[in-house]
């Protein structure tokens, strides 16, 4: 994908538009710098791997700021970094499954809040009554929130992996 740095069809302009929504609005969101929002976006819509040099033009962004960007998208778990067969340039794509790894990053994560949490209740014995009962609140909204998490990832894998067996024309429930 290329986007023209002017003018251009309505269908550009639909894309330039989604994009710039991502930088605000999924950027914002996931705690990401617009850039990687917007870089998310250009992915996204991207129907080939692209280069870093190439999401430079796409972006209008300095090899450093994609570099950092890609990155941040990598560890969110929505791109993917690789090779081409027969290249020796890295090209980044959007991941078929995105969402899944975007939800693994976000369980990840809360799973080592979690462990935090539950080392500073053990830690707390000592602490005050109020104090004791904050840590253990601390900890049990963690608990929830990981218990739920996984949940959705699993509910979530297997409704997305339903998703892409079903003929395009399936009915759904």
């Not at 309505?10 to 999924?26: K, N």
């Not at 462990?115 to 909204?141: C, H, I, V, W």
Request: aromatic share 8%.
């Amino acid at each position: 994908m290329s986007l023209p740095a002017e003018g251009g069809s309505d269908e550009h302009d639909g894309e330039s538009s989604l994009i710039e929504d991502f930088g605000a609005y999924i950027g914002r969101a996931m705690g990401w710098p617009p850039m990687a929002g917007r870089a998310a976006g250009v992915l996204m819509l991207s129907e080939t791997p692209l280069t870093s040099a190439q999401l430079q033009e796409a972006l209008n962004a300095s090899k450093g700021s994609v570099s950092e960007t890609t990155r941040v998208l990598i560890t969110s778990g929505t791109v993917e970094r690789f090779k081409e067969a027969g290249s020796r340039q890295f090209v980044y794509r959007w991941r078929e499954d995105a969402w899944i790894g975007c939800l693994q990053h976000q369980l990840d994560q809360t799973t080592q809040l979690l462990t935090m949490a539950e080392n500073n209740y053990a830690r707390g014995a000592a602490f005050s009554p109020t104090q004791q009962a904050r840590l253990k609140q601390m900890r049990d909204y963690y608990r929830f929130i990981v218990r739920r998490l996984d949940d959705l990832l699993t509910e979530y894998t297997a409704q997305w992996r339903e998703d892409r067996s079903a003929p395009e024309d399936a009915p759904r429930e």
